[in-house]
Each structure stands twice: as structure tokens, then as C-alpha cells.
């Protein structure tokens, strides 16, 4: 039976309460890299160097949603112009670490901090890619630079969320919208370092409707540059 009417105009009004609050969660991470960003600057320093390195890339990994999360944005990274991929944290301790080369940069995806597997190629990297020759860098992206991810890596994103959607199941909802919302911006910032325009997005998206819709604006092609932190 359709549900009554007063319900859908509940239910809509529910709906947005909680995009308001997603929203709130954003905000809030923009308002505190603003007053303190100093541990956010360490992890960029580290995403770029990987991202300006020929050859290099920047690595998610992560399980469950997390995992789902950096598939995504590696995927974004890619398309708009910086050399990305992720790989599962379980599939890495069984072979996937082989994708890893000197210069990448790691970005782990774990909100409690906690994830055994995460923990578990953290550690690995740390053993087998700690020597300068080797290097693989390690930031993390979650709730705390004080959970036993955060101890080890080599810099950390704080994507903190004061509460979920839902008071009575945990479900990551607030917390995986702000860890997206911290890539796609990391993702845009890059691409606007190495001044990647639309010519080079049609290079690397020419199937579609907006592969078609851009590469009618912009007939002609130029080469990437990267733009250097100023010292």
C-alpha cells in the first residue's frame, strides 16, 4: 500500500535533516583546517612530492567502505590528472604490495583507526620500504592521529565527525561522506597544480557524454606542467 502522506512529508523532511548534517560534518573539517593545519600540511607535502615524482603514485587502500571509498577517488585522481590506484588491504598482504614502487605515497582509509588488515600492510610498509632507497610513504585518513594507524604513519588527515547519521547503529554515513569529500578535494587541488585543463581531461575521458561534451569546447591539446610549492 502507498504510504500515507504525512509520512512521506516526514520522511522527506528526515532526509533533509540528514544531508544538513553531512554538511555540518564538512563544514566543520574546513573550519578546523583553517585554525590548525599543520598536520594536514605534512600529509600534502608527502601526496605531492609522490604525485610530482615521474613514475610515482598515490596508493589508497582500505576494507569494506573505506576500501569502496578509495576506489573511488582513485579513480577521480586518475581521470583529472595525478597517477593513482588502490588496492585492498587483504589482497595486498597476499601479493597486491607488489604495486608499490619507491615514491608512491599510501593513503589509508580507516575511520576507527583500528582495521587489523590496514594495520597489518602499514606495518609491512614500514619494514619493507623504510630505508630511504626503498621509501613508501604512509598518510592516514580517520578519526584520530592518536589510534594505532595514526602512531605509524608518516602523516594524518583528521576527517573526524562529531556523530553518525543514526543514534542507534554506527553505520559509516557522516564519517564516509567527509572522507570523500576530503578526496575529491585533494583531487582537485592537484589537478590545478599541474594546471590540467579540459583538453587533458578529454585525453582521459574520450568515452561518453562528458568526454563528447568537453572535447566540443576544447578543440586543442597542451602539455602538463606541475606548479611547485613555493619554499
Known sequence: MPAPTH??????????SSLELTGLAIKQCAERLRTSSSGFKS?????TRAADKPGSK??????G?????GKKLAATFTSIGTLATCIHSTEALHGDMGVLTPGDCILALSYSGATEEVLRMTEHVRNSHGCERNRVYVVGMGRSKDSPLGRMCDAWIDSAVDSELSDSVSAPTCSSSLMMAIGDALAV??????QFGPEDFVRNHPGGHLGRSVGRESPQQKPLSTIPFSK
Open 7 to 16: 509520512d512521506l512529508e516526514r520522511s522527506t523532511l528526515d532526509v533533509a
Open 43 to 47: 600529509a600534502l607535502l608527502l601526496l
Open 58 to 63: 598515490i596508493v589508497f587502500t582500505g576494507v
Open 65 to 69: 567502505k573505506s576500501y569502496q571509498i
Open 189 to 194: 587541488l592537484l589537478m590545478n597544480r599541474r
